[in-house]
């Protein structure tokens, strides 16, 4: 392949390049990887991201929703130099996320999940909430990491001590918002947004809402087979939240 496009860290296939503006001047170029709904980021260039570029992001994986996809490989390597990634956390106002960092410092893997919470599109559970659910529920799966948490014990996930968090309306609402006031006021005067909030929320949940259907079947052969079933929080805020915004 061309020195220029680099092979998926999960699933190896040539991962698409995708322009953006920075936040501080010209532009970043994305890999990114439908199969495995993941994005390669080279050192700082998550937080480099101008606003209008966040919500740029999400309108692309609004066009692309309907792909296909995959889970991510036990074993990713760097595109860069081949190594291991090695999986960590990082830690956002909305809660810690899963990443898959180049011992080399050649840059990092992470889901399209896990960007969600990165720029805050989660919130995190009450202890009322949290109380509430274990009474009708025995696990539950962690949003950070996919660890079993059963709620009835643990108020925080026992693999990775993430908070427990859903994917919320309120939350979606306050990101677009925050993103979109942002974009405006950074934009050149006649300036587009490059999509409404109610399309951008339409890519957010449709690209979790098929992760998450792949994740219940993926649930319900573990129940055929024997397996312990849980319940998962983000297909229920999933939900939530396609419901609240087709009002």
Sequence with gaps: MPASLLACPSCRQTMEQHRFASGHSGDLVLDVCF?????????????RLAPASVLALFQLLHERRGEASRPVAERLGCPRCRQALVRGYDMAQSGRYVTYRCAQ???????????????GFV?????????AL????GTIA???????????????CPWCRSALSLLDPQAVQQALSRYGQAASNAA??????????EQLADALIALERNRSREER??????????????????????ELVWSWFRR
């Design 35 to 47: 199969a495995c709904q993941g994005l390669w980021f080279d050192p700082q260039e998550n937080t």
């Design 105 to 119: 410092r050649h840059g990092r893997f992470g889901t399209f999940g896990a960007f969600m919470v990165e720029k």
């Design 123 to 131: 919130r995190h559970l009450t202890s009322l909430e949290i109380e």
């Design 134 to 137: 274990a009474q009708r529920l």
């Design 142 to 156: 962690c949003t950070a990491c996919g660890g079993t948490v059963d709620i009835r014990r643990d108020h925080a």
């Design 188 to 197: 050149p005067a006649g300036a587009g947004q490059g999509g409404s909030p």
């Design 217 to 238: 079947e993926r649930q319900r052969q573990r129940l055929e087979g024997g397996g312990n079933d849980q319940f998962d929080l983000l297909s229920a805020g999933i």
